[in-house]
């Protein structure tokens, strides 16, 4: 854990690492639509794309939807997703598109301890009163369990100069 030393006024320190305390819960916000399955899908977002996005949309879960205040049909945003079919199991593995083995940390692969995945998707429709959002592609299969939506901004969303 990072040591966080200064502690500005109206703050308020616990008296124990929250870490230490056990594991995060996760409630997830939705699920993804598509038309991809085991075997019948694209390996990332960008294939997606060539393979016409699989019809993807969010469906969110009742009670979610006022969080979609805000966002706009041609927005850019990054949605979080549980690969929820995906191994858990390798820390080192052997992808087929490089050259040797790599450590899971170093791959975009599903296949991790925790198969949080992510992917920066365009809006394409928008419904408010259902919250469903209509997405420009996926590489996720469908019902795939929805951790998380963000906006994309130029401002935060891009890697400091070499």
Excluded: C
Excluded at 32 to 54: E, L, Y
Excluded at 81 to 93: G, P, S, T
Excluded at 98 to 122: C, I, K, Q, Y
């Amino acid at each position: 854990m990072a040591d966080f030393t200064e502690i500005r006024k109206g703050e308020i320190k616990l008296p124990f690492d929250p870490a230490d305390r056990g594991e995060a819960t996760v409630s997830f916000i939705g699920h993804i639509r598509s038309d991809w399955s085991r075997g019948h899908g694209p390996r990332n977002v960008g294939q997606a794309r060539g393979m016409g996005g699989g019809n993807a949309r969010i469906e969110l879960r009742p009670g979610y939807a006022p969080g979609l205040t805000g966002l706009a049909v041609g927005q850019v945003i990054w949605v979080l997703y549980w690969m929820d079919k995906a191994r858990r199991d390798l820390i080192v593995q052997a992808p087929r598109h490089a050259d040797g083995l790599r450590g899971t940390f170093a791959l975009r692969s599903p296949v991790r301890p925790n198969p949080v995945s992510m992917s920066a998707v365009r809006i394409t429709a928008l419904d408010m009163d259902s919250g469903v959002i209509g997405i420009d592609a996926t590489d996720a299969f469908d019902g795939t369990p929805v951790v998380d939506i963000k906006p994309m901004l130029d401002t935060v969303d891009i890697p400091p100069p070499a």
